[in-house]
């Protein structure tokens, strides 16, 4: 968990404040939007160098006895009741508005902040379990007046939940008895994907598992932010996505290249789907976009204070090699998105689900997307539903040799012809090659009329 002692400044460890106002500086310069992950939840039970225990009395910030801390974790939990904890706390946001010139925060862990219980409970997604007597009505206030006024006063100002229990008005606006956030992250979808590569023979991934879990909530996908490594998995002293695919891979064996091969285009396959299908917002974890080989760890007494891993190796891009590959597929990616707005187009329909063969399609906008997930099977003729009659030429192959792939594919199968055959319940049908463990983004050429 996060442990903030100071709320109004960066930690020195990373440098002053004039050091952060020049880092938003110049992403502005750069077109970009900077935005916070604002730690409201809790704060460090530390009484040397935080708050608890600020005026000596155990009340002051903070509930007092059991309800003073996470049930788990210890931190101290705000009265949020308490008027001037909603000044401190509302001040705060403020200032990294107007001093730091901040667009936008992510309010860490609100099921924390939301329920008595922490967030620790099991939800079946009954509404009794958002409205019982664990739910914290002053948290509640505090984060409807929180988004009340930030986009009062700032209306460009974005807010983004990071809630594990999914509280049902979560971007509803607060006039509606929302709590008013303009996106969420969903946790669900790093969360699959981890499951999956960690306890899920390749073979026996459920492709419906896989698309119900992307396209869930469909009425709010639009709020929604999706990604593929979960920054708490990293974090928490578990495994790095890239660790998970590349760690246990011996360089001495002789399924060296194979698995490499595999870890190499799961993660790219992995990438892909989700950014072009989950929701209209994607998330990467730093280091996601090139395989970052570690977890990130910052010093504690479990590790003996080590710094070894409290960093990103961005000199890994400097070399030829897998980190630099996966780095080149992840820009091709965002510039698909640049060129063609696939993000703004509407949710897509996965028209094609097959758990046998373990082939995903979906159309999106005049994009055509197709994985194939078996580790084994190529196919040489798959029949795939489209609308359009026409040509379809690939632009985005998962398994070029530039990107680190195989390069299976030959040039003269990269532009395909539909037959007029119904398939998928479309009116049309292209049958092209699918070799085993690669994604293909096709795109409408040529309409033909007949
Ligand atoms: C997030 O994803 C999970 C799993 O797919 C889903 O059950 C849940 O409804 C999603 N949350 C929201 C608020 O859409
Ligand atoms: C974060 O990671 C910890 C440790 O693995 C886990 O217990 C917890 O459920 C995770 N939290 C979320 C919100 O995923
Ligand atoms: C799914 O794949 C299996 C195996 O390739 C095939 O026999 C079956 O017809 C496919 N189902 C659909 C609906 O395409």
């Given at each position: 968990?996060?442990?903030v002692t100071n709320?109004y400044a960066v930690s020195s460890r990373y440098g002053t404040p004039e050091d952060f106002?020049?880092?938003?500086?110049?992403?502005?310069?750069?077109?970009?939007?900077?935005?916070?992950?604002?730690?409201?939840?809790?704060?460090?039970?530390?009484?040397?160098v935080?708050?608890?225990?600020?005026?000596?009395?155990?009340?002051?910030?903070?509930?007092?006895?059991?309800?003073?801390?996470?049930?788990?974790?210890?931190?101290?939990?705000?009265?949020?009741?308490?008027?001037?904890?909603?000044?401190?706390?509302?001040?705060?946001?403020?200032?990294?508005?107007?001093?730091?010139?901040?667009?936008?925060?992510?309010?860490?862990?609100?099921?924390?902040?939301?329920?008595?219980?922490?967030?620790?409970?099991?939800?079946?997604?009954?509404?009794?379990?958002?409205?019982?007597?664990?739910?914290?009505?002053?948290?509640?206030?505090?984060?409807?007046?929180?988004?009340?006024?930030?986009?009062?006063?700032?209306?460009?100002?974005?807010?983004?939940?990071?809630?594990?229990?999914?509280?049902?008005?979560?971007?509803?606006?607060?006039?509606?008895?929302?709590?008013?956030?303009?996106?969420?992250?969903?946790?669900?979808?790093?969360?699959?994907?981890?499951?999956?590569?960690?306890?899920?023979?390749?073979?026996?991934?459920?492709?419906?598992?896989?698309?119900?879990?992307?396209?869930?909530?469909?009425?709010?996908?639009?709020?929604?932010?999706?990604?593929?490594?979960?920054?708490?998995?990293?974090?928490?002293?578990?495994?790095?996505?890239?660790?998970?695919?590349?760690?246990?891979?011996?360089?001495?064996?002789?399924?060296?290249?194979?698995?490499?091969?595999?870890?190499?285009?799961?993660?790219?396959?992995?990438?892909?789907?989700?950014?072009?299908?989950?929701?209209?917002?994607?998330?990467?974890?730093?280091?996601?976009?090139?395989?970052?080989?570690?977890?990130?760890?910052f010093p504690?007494?479990?590790?003996?204070?080590?710094?070894?891993?409290?960093?990103?190796?961005?000199?890994?891009?400097?070399?030829?090699?897998?980190?630099?590959?996966?780095?080149?597929?992840?820009?091709?990616?965002?510039?698909?998105?640049?060129?063609?707005?696939?993000?703004?187009?509407?949710?897509?329909?996965?028209?094609?689900?097959?758990?046998?063969?373990?082939?995903?399609?979906?159309?999106?906008?005049?994009?055509?997307?197709?994985?194939?997930?078996?580790?084994?099977?190529?196919?040489?003729?798959?029949?795939?539903?489209?609308?359009?009659?026409?040509?379809?030429?690939?632009?985005?192959?998962?398994?070029?040799?530039?990107?680190?792939?195989?390069?299976?594919?030959?040039?003269?199968?990269?532009?395909?012809?539909?037959?007029?055959?119904?398939?998928?319940?479309?009116?049309?049908?292209?049958?092209?090659?699918?070799?085993?463990?690669?994604?293909?983004?096709?795109?409408?050429?040529?309409?033909?009329?007949?």
């Amino acid at each position: 968990m996060v442990q903030v002692t100071n709320f109004y400044a960066v930690s020195s460890r990373y440098g002053t404040p004039e050091d952060f106002k020049r880092l938003v500086d110049e992403a502005h310069g750069l077109g970009l939007l900077v935005f916070l992950e604002m730690v409201h939840s809790y704060a460090a039970a530390d009484e040397m160098v935080g708050l608890s225990m600020f005026d000596g009395s155990n009340d002051c910030f903070f509930h007092s006895g059991k309800r003073g801390q996470h049930k788990f974790w210890g931190t101290r939990m705000f009265k949020y009741g308490d008027p001037d904890v909603l000044h401190f706390l509302l001040s705060n946001l403020n200032w990294w508005i107007t001093e730091y010139q901040i667009d936008g925060f992510q309010f860490h862990s609100v099921s924390s902040m939301l329920y008595t219980h922490n967030g620790f409970a099991s939800f079946t997604g009954d509404m009794e379990e958002y409205c019982n007597q664990y739910v914290d009505r002053d948290a509640q206030l505090y984060l409807i007046l929180a988004n009340e006024i930030l986009h009062a006063l700032y209306p460009n100002i974005i807010t983004i939940a990071e809630d594990a229990t999914y509280y049902p008005g979560l971007c509803e606006p607060t006039s509606q008895g929302g709590l008013g956030f303009d996106y969420y992250v969903n946790l669900s979808v790093p969360k699959m994907w981890s499951t999956f590569l960690e306890s899920v023979p390749d073979l026996e991934w459920s492709m419906t598992k896989i698309v119900n879990t992307l396209i869930s909530d469909r009425e709010y996908a639009d709020k929604m932010i999706v990604y593929t490594e979960n920054h708490n998995q990293s974090i928490s002293g578990r495994q790095s996505f890239a660790e998970i695919l590349f760690g246990g891979i011996d360089k001495d064996s002789h399924h060296y290249k194979e698995s490499l091969q595999r870890g190499s285009s799961l993660h790219k396959m992995i990438r892909l789907i989700t950014f072009t299908s989950g929701g209209r917002a994607y998330l990467s974890f730093m280091g996601n976009e090139f395989g970052h080989p570690k977890r990130v760890e910052f010093p504690t007494s479990s590790n003996d204070n080590s710094y070894s891993n409290a960093n990103r190796q961005w000199d890994l891009l400097e070399k030829d090699g897998i980190h630099r590959d996966l780095f080149s597929f992840d820009k091709d990616m965002m510039k698909l998105d640049e060129n063609l707005r696939v993000l703004s187009r509407r949710i897509p329909n996965f028209h094609h689900v097959n758990d046998s063969s373990l082939v995903i399609s979906y159309i999106r906008g005049p994009l055509l997307f197709v994985f194939n997930f078996h580790p084994t099977h190529s196919y040489d003729s798959y029949s795939i539903g489209v609308d359009e009659a026409g040509e379809y030429q690939v632009i985005l192959n998962t398994d070029e040799i530039k990107y680190g792939g195989q390069g299976i594919l030959k040039e003269d199968q990269y532009l395909q012809r539909t037959v007029s055959r119904r398939v998928d319940g479309l009116r049309n049908c292209l049958q092209v090659s699918l070799p085993s463990r690669t994604a293909q983004v096709y795109k409408l050429r040529r309409i033909l009329r007949i």
